[in-house]
């Protein structure tokens, strides 16, 4: 079944991180997938965003111009991609920065968690956000299995950062429970 999803967000953020892990835990169904980061000029601080295609069937091209779903991390990310999307479709936003009421939409599903007091909860730091709106966002869609993103985090982190996957973890599933 075919899904895509723009995420987007400040530099530093942890968009790409959370696209790249999407990424492996669909390759770990043995779905075809396809990945595209897109950076500001800026390093921190900068515009930041990833696309991510997963189907069943061969991709023709990684390029979402209508998305699905949206993973939204601040006010600019949505008032660039929310006017694009596709009507039906799953935001999932950070109230923590950006205010539900924003939103010119009443015909998506939005999910605004503030992320940062899930992660603070869940895993000890708010710097885990990404990982709860990524579990939010998998509970929500049904892509893959949340499972096969908390498995995939060996693949999608360094090696110097395994240490990290427990609390990871644990902010994947507050995400998915938060979506419930």
């Known amino acids: 079944m075919y899904n895509d999803v723009i995420m987007a967000g ?39 965003n990833c696309s991510v295609v997963i189907d069943e069937r061969p991709i023709g091209s990684p390029v979402v111009g209508r998305p699905l779903s949206l993973i939204i ?63 939010a966002y998998v509970q929500k869609s049904g892509v893959v299995a949340v499972e096969s993103v908390t498995a995939a985090l060996k693949d999608a982190l360094h090696a110097k950062y395994h240490k990290m996957i427990p609390a990871n973890k644990k902010a994947i599933e507050a995400g998915a429970a938060a979506a419930s």
């Open 10 to 48: 400040f530099g530093g953020q942890g968009i790409m991180l959370i696209g790249n892990l999407l990424a492996y835990a669909a390759i770990r169904e043995d779905k075809n997938v396809t990945y595209l980061p897109s950076y500001g000029v800026e390093m921190r601080g900068g515009t930041a």
């Open 73 to 135: 991390m601040n006010r600019p990310s949505l008032l660039k991609f929310e006017p694009r999307m596709k009507s039906g479709g799953i935001i999932i936003l950070n109230k923590t920065l950006v205010d539900p009421e924003v939103s010119e939409r009443n015909d998506i599903d939005l999910v605004a968690i503030d992320l940062n007091e899930v992660s603070e909860k869940a895993a000890g730091s708010p710097r885990l956000a990404n990982m709860v709106a990524l579990g």
